[in-house]
DNA sequence: TATTTAATGAACGTCAACGTTTAGTTTTTC
DNA sequence: GAAAAACTAAACGTTGACGTTCATTAAATA
């Protein structure tokens, strides 16, 4: 029902597994540029290079194609936030990696897009919805927040919630953009553009919370 | 091709106004709910109680009805964003006051949903998405820039950018708290929770650019 | 009353997409 | 070489939704 089924070498001609990746790969982009209803199953296969019948060998119809989309997604998201950010330098300067390698990853064209097509997608998945902000959001707002009550132990800044902190950091590190590239207003941040954003976002930070 | 079509009497069975409300209506529910592509429009028909036939008849496709439904809401986002909110009190309790009724609005489901819905859906229609947006995020940010500017020329505070400013007061005010309703992970905040996020934010921004 | 327009329900044509079947080819193991 | 499994292309059946047509009834004006 789900996606791999081959562990030990069986008599047949083996599944190549670089088509695996290619539908996944293939499906992902469709459903983010059409949404689940209107990405079709022979659009994902054509642009794979794969036959309609391989797709539905593998992974049982649209929706089963779909929840693997969105697992991969989720893996890569947890790990993504999972890349250790520099721990060298004052607070501001590890602060600001942190807010940098942050607002690269969700200001990329193809979170961005996602960003946009999941919540309407997951509205009806509660499961799959809380999956995905536990590994995206939330994990993100736990490391933060970690980070921060490293720098209050430190004595750089005092604050009584950890994770309302965190939640403040990266509201301010976002600030407007994600709204202006969720509605299409703004395409692109240059790296001037986003770094200045962070900066500007631990700065004002800092003020607030610093001691 | 539009929406309406008579203005001076004339002959024949007039046209039914509440009918009109009674589409747009069921077709927006039905379009935050489902999006434009799983909404169907003998659903909307029905919900609206009126005939499929009376919808085509009125409104060109469901393409048109569509641009209607989110003409009409934008128009209602803008008038949202009108609505004055007090000018009575301090300059933090006029902040609050602001950041209140915004987020009264925001965190309301219909909000939520549209807000899940609509970026999705006009991501192919940039003009739509332009509008939206100038009416609804846009000018909120305007008006409250200029409610900055009148606190920094009452050396309330002091700045160098009031658009600026106000993204990162709106940032604070809305925290985490919309992710995770576009997410479904939270349902939706009471009274109380609302005011107290308002009165952080309003307090965490005044704390780094009070004078 | 005659005319004109709005509205309805039911039936219809059309089309696009899902998912299946089939026959045949390729690639592997035994 | 035989058996087994993956893969493909093409055709097919089915369904669901769009949008239309038609006959009929309702509500207005002249």
Redesign the interface.
């Given at each position: 029902m789900a996606g791999e089924k081959r562990t030990t070498s069986r008599a047949g001609r083996p599944r190549d597994p670089a088509k695996h990746e290619a539908i996944v790969h293939s499906a992902l982009h469709t459903f983010l540029?059409r949404?689940f209803?209107?990405a079709t199953i022979e659009h994902i296969a054509a642009r794979a290079g794969v036959s309609k019948v391989t797709i539905y060998n593998r992974f049982t119809d649209k929706e089963t194609l779909f929840e693997q989309v969105v697992k991969e997604q989720t893996d890569h998201f947890a790990a993504a936030m999972m890349d250790d950010s520099i721990s060298r330098g004052d607070l501001a300067a590890r602060l600001d990696a942190f807010g940098c390698s942050l607002l690269h990853f969700l200001f990329a064209s193809d979170h961005v897009?996602l960003?946009?097509?999941?919540?309407?997608e997951?509205?009806h998945h509660?499961q799959m919805?809380?999956r995905?902000?536990d590994a995206g959001?939330?994990q993100c707002?736990s490391r933060l927040a970690e980070m921060l009550e490293q720098a209050r132990s430190d004595r750089q800044i005092d604050f009584e919630d950890s994770l309302?902190a965190a939640?403040?950091l990266?509201?301010?590190w976002?600030?407007?953009a994600d709204?202006?590239l969720?509605?299409?207003?703004r395409q692109r941040l240059s790296d001037e553009e986003l770094d200045a954003k962070v900066r500007?976002?631990t700065r004002?930070?800092l003020?607030?919370?610093g001691v």
């Open positions: 540029e949404g209803n209107a897009a960003d946009r097509m999941l919540p309407q997951l509205a509660p919805a809380q995905f902000f959001p939330g707002r309302q939640e403040d990266m509201a301010l976002k600030g407007f709204v202006e969720k509605f299409g207003v500007h976002g004002i930070f003020r607030a919370y």
